[in-house]
């Protein structure tokens, strides 16, 4: 594992005040609310959903982040194709061809469209006619990616905080 990446664990997840299972739950709640296209308001949906499971909710902010402008393509491209995969077995015909939605994704999430325009309206109209012409599909895929994700997570994330917390017992941080 890269160096930068196990302190950031070490530091920013292993580390928290608070129980593995809060911890985890608020982990698995992060990735989960990246997974979903509803860029822009992930923050926002993280803080709710971690108020109602009283999950951790620096560790799901942290994870949200998941999502971001360097990630978009290898995060929802694949939502997408399990997307419209789920509604091609259920005998849905796609709207676009996949050389437009491959020159959607492009046009859309360029570094330099998203840098630049995300607090215009341009950015929020360009965002509203993206996810009418393939928001199902992100949407299925997203929420199926997202949940294996964030389960995945969620356990990981238990036993890992568990595991360091054994291994350093002068943390006298909570095992529960």
């Not at 739950?25 to 959903?49: D, E, K, Q, S």
Request: hydrophobic fraction near 50%.
């Amino acid at each position: 594992m890269h160096k930068k990446l196990k302190r950031f664990i070490k530091h920013r997840i292993l580390h928290i005040d608070d129980t593995p299972r809060r911890i985890a739950l608020g982990v698995a709640i992060g990735l989960f609310v990246a997974w979903t296209p509803l860029i822009g308001f992930h923050i926002p949906i993280a803080l709710v959903v971690t108020f109602f499971f009283k999950a951790n909710k620096f560790a799901a902010l942290i994870c949200v982040w998941a999502s971001n402008a360097f990630t978009v393509i290898p995060v929802y491209y694949p939502n997408y194709l399990l997307g419209r995969t789920v509604l091609t077995l259920l005998h849905t015909e796609p709207k676009l061809a996949p050389s437009e939605v491959a020159e959607l994704f492009e046009n859309f999430f360029s570094i330099n469209s998203m840098s630049a325009n995300l607090f215009s309206s341009e950015f929020w109209h360009q965002l509203i006619d993206f996810l009418l012409q393939i928001g199902v599909e992100l949407f299925i895929g997203g929420f199926l990616i997202g949940g294996i994700v964030s389960v995945t997570a969620y356990f990981g994330t238990y036993h890992l905080v568990v595991w360091y917390r054994k291994k350093h017992p002068h943390r006298r941080l909570p095992l529960q």
